[in-house]
Nanobody, 122 residues
Framework: QVQLVESGGGLVQAGVSLRLSCAAS??????TGWFRQPPGKEREFLAA????????SYADSVKGRFTISRDNGKYTVYLRMSSLRPEDTAVYYC?????????????????WGQGTQVTVSS
């Protein structure tokens, strides 16, 4: 059973950049995705990457500001977030899916990390 551990969250000011990490142990899956859940809102897809070819997919809301990447040797996926805004405040989760189609719905992801809090102050 794969386990995921997110890190890199924290309290930052608007406009800065932050990089989140998602370290996987155990077997790998086809797709790793990043999601976030603001207080009182549903979980939102942000980005996904496949392990084999490195294809990526982004939500329109973060395209151009967020970048997903992977380090196969370290079994780690990163999410670099730039020009952070107060509305980016949320708990950020990584998750893995067996499908290689870079799914965007949470239901298609089978294993989740515990989440890391990102708070952006104005």
């Amino acid at each position: 059973q794969v386990q995921l551990v997110e890190s890199g969250g924290g309290l930052v000011q608007a406009g800065v950049s932050l990089r989140l990490s998602c370290a996987a142990s155990g077997r790998t899956f086809s797709t790793t995705g990043w999601f976030r859940q603001p207080p009182g809102k549903e979980r939102e897809f942000l980005a996904a990457v496949d392990w084999s070819g490195g294809r990526t997919s982004y939500a329109d809301s973060v395209k151009g500001r967020f970048t997903i990447s992977r380090d196969n040797g370290k079994y780690t996926v990163y999410l670099r977030m730039s020009s952070l805004r107060p509305e980016d405040t949320a708990v950020y989760y990584c998750a893995v899916a067996a499908a290689s189609s870079l799914p965007r719905t949470p239901d298609e992801y089978t294993v989740w990390g515990q989440g890391t809090q990102v708070t952006v102050s104005s």
